[in-house]
């Protein structure tokens, strides 16, 4: 058996990729980079784009050439292979709580002093264990205060508490404030544009308040980030915001596809996709099925399963290695040894399943990127 399974080489077809296997169509994925970038050109704010929706260096490089000042990341060693890739400004866009989480993530920070890397907080106790992890590893941290903007997840909300954990902070040589995290999480997916505007008005409203708390202090307030693939028009134009945090832009899934958008506002292609091969074809007077290689051991099934690239076929069931497609209405026909495309359900936590990224420009592969950060939950 091979010591690593690489389902494709650079110069194979379509066709002959091993399945299951991450498809990435590059053609839409450069537009998908080009369309965020045009649609900020001109507005004072930076993009930052979230690198847990992909989790490959590779890509995160590519964001930065189309525009990006760096990436986000949520754990310290899901940061790890992107500061070791040469990506020089990471956000770990989440707290870090405990004593050898902040020794390692210090100690991250040592290895690459000339990168900048940042780190949430939304507790007194953990700007001082942070501290003194630092002082320990003789490096530095950027920090950023994280708002609870509705998400009710973590972060703080009252004005008199960002004020004093920025006073926290500025007793920490080794710490410096660069303002605040307002990511409002769950506004993402919630279906109309009204109700996006709605909670992102909220959103704003608060980082407002604690943005001008800080100022009023005499407090260092540089940055306000946040935002996301379903909300980054709403922050972009806010006024107060002056980064944005997108993800899944670059690939999309079929959870943000079913998101009303504003026509002036950019549509982004579905550019990564599950390829799967058609194991089982049975068709009689009871049942007209094909059944793919592809199950939860593929995709995430928490906003749905995969769902065909294609007309005429539905899913009917889901299992650890199978996902049964079931004949409805007019559509292509499947055959034995066929390679179908699903539309994953949910892009993040699908990626999470692989260790490849089949990048494929017309249906030849371009190149075979590592998952670098795959399984990186710490």
């Known amino acids: 058996m091979d010591e690593q399974w690489i389902p494709a080489r650079a110069g194979d077809t379509l066709s002959s990729v ?41 890509i995160a490089r590519r964001q930065i050439a189309a525009g990006a000042i760096g990436i986000c990341c949520q754990k310290t060693s899901e940061a790890a292979p992107f500061l070791a890739g040469g990506i020089a400004d990471v956000l770990i866009t989440n707290e870090v709580v405990g004593q050898r989480k902040t020794a390692r993530l210090a100690e991250l920070a040592a290895s690459y002093p000339a990168a900048k890397v940042g780190v949430c907080v939304d507790n007194a106790i953990a700007v001082a264990e942070l501290a003194r992890a630092c002082e320990r590893a003789d490096s530095a941290l950027d920090v950023y205060i994280e708002l609870d903007v509705g998400h009710n997840r973590a972060g703080v909300t009252a004005t008199e508490e960002v004020v004093a954990l920025a006073h926290a902070i500025g007793m920490h040589r080794k710490l410096s404030l660069r303002g605040l995290q307002a990511y409002f999480g769950n506004a993402q997916h919630r ?132 996902t049964v497609l079931e004949r409805h209405g007019a559509g292509n026909e499947l055959a034995l040894g066929d390679k179908p495309l699903l539309i994953p359900g949910h892009i993040d936590p699908t990626v999470n399943l692989h260790d490849w990224i089949v990048a494929v420009r017309n249906d030849r592969v371009e190149a075979v990127w590592r998952i670098d950060a795959r399984g990186a939950i710490f």
Request: glycine share 6%.
């Open 18 to 58: 091993d399945t299951p296997a991450l498809i990435l169509d590059l053609d839409r994925f450069e537009a998908n980079l080009t369309r965020l970038m045009n649609a900020i050109h001109g507005r004072s704010v930076r993009v930052r784009p979230h690198a847990k929706s992909h989790k490959c260096v590779e």
């Open 191 to 322: 279906r109309s544009t009204s109700e996006r505007r709605d909670a992102i008005a909220t959103a704003t409203s608060l980082a407002r308040r604690a943005k001008a708390a800080l100022v009023e202090a005499g407090l260092p307030c540089d940055v306000v980030t946040g935002a996301g693939t379903g909300t980054f028009m709403l922050e972009a134009t806010s006024g107060v915001y002056n980064e944005i945090q997108p993800g899944s832009y670059a690939m999309m899934d079929v959870d943000y596809a079913k998101n009303e958008t504003e026509p002036s506002w950019p549509a982004f292609e579905q550019s990564m996709f599950i390829l799967t091969t058609v194991m089982s074809r049975r068709k009689d007077a009871h049942s007209d099925r094909a059944t793919l290689d592809a199950g939860l051991k593929s995709f995430s099934t928490d906003s749905g399963p995969a769902s065909p690239a294609f007309a005429g076929w539905q899913v009917r069931a889901v299992s650890d290695e199978h």
